[in-house]
């Protein structure tokens, strides 16, 4: 399994990272990617990277909640990283738009959002976007960039089932995480809609831990019991979940 976002450099992690990593390898998670958040992570990130080469890969961008202050030095210097060295990550993340913390400077969350979108068209990387009370000003956005080259993932879905057509019609995926097994939930209700065909799966560690750890610490191992709920509910074994989540995973992220 692959799980395509994971803060394993959170703080929460500081601990007991080794035991974390060799808890989601003992479960099959095989490869794990890293969303950045703003600079510190990334230096955390960064020696995550040295300690687990294989089975960690890294993104680069800034993400919506850091929008603020000196975020155009940030983007600049981000501007650097990519150049110096594109190979270096996988996709750009975690960029977006979030108007449930901030939406006084939504203009400046679209700017820096479509700053780091030309990142992917010009180093041919894919995005892991976030969107939080949003989809009106992210669809737009998405909209008016449309085209074959610019694919990534809509991470943590939870939209509606038209939302999920139109992304996956532009060419996107959805990353599906914990709070599909929340007891409200209606992803799983889409997804039996819309197939797997443009789904990969997702923690999000470590927040928004799936049942039955809901409310405690998230951490990569979880990802078996995601595959599990969308076995239940989907009509195929874990394994197919597994075969057909982590192709997607390679084929938008390892293109
Ligand atoms: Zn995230």
Redesign the pocket.
């Known amino acids: 399994m692959i799980d395509t ?1 994971t ?1 394993l450099d959170s703080s929460k992690f500081l601990e007991d990272i080794d035991e974390v990593v060799n808890r989601a390898l003992s479960v099959g998670v095989t490869s794990m990617y890293l ?1 950045n958040v703003d600079d510190e992570s990334l230096v955390r990130m960064n020696s995550l990277q040295e300690r687990y080469p294989n089975y960690i890969e890294l993104m680069l961008g800034l993400h919506p909640c850091e929008i603020k202050g000196d975020w155009e030095k940030i983007l600049d210097r981000y501007d650097k990283l990519w150049e110096a060295n594109p190979s270096a990550f996988i996709a750009v993340g ?1 960029i977006g738009l979030d108007l449930y913390w901030d939406k006084s400077n939504i203009g400046q969350q679209i700017q820096a959002l479509n700053h780091q979108l030309d990142w992917c068209l010009k180093y041919d990387k894919p995005f892991s976007m ?1 969107v939080r009370d949003a989809w009106e000003a992210t669809l737009k956005v998405l909209r008016e960039r449309k085209c074959p080259e610019l694919k990534g993932v809509l ?1 943590c879905f939870s939209g509606s089932l038209e939302i999920a057509r139109e992304l996956i019609d532009m060419g996107h995926y959805l990353g599906i995480g914990g709070v599909a097994t929340f007891k409200n939930s209606n992803i799983a209700n889409v997804l039996s809609e819309i197939g797997l065909d443009r789904i990969v799966l997702e923690t ?1 560690s470590p927040y928004l831990a799936p049942v039955p750890h809901r409310g405690k610490r998230n951490e990569s191992s979880h990802l078996q019991n995601i595959a599990i709920f969308l076995s239940d509910k989907l009509g195929y074994s874990v394994q197919e979940i597994d075969t057909i989540t982590s192709a997607n995973a390679r084929s938008v992220f390892l293109k």
Do not use: A, F, I, V
């Open positions: 976002h803060h969303p975690e976030h991470h999000d």
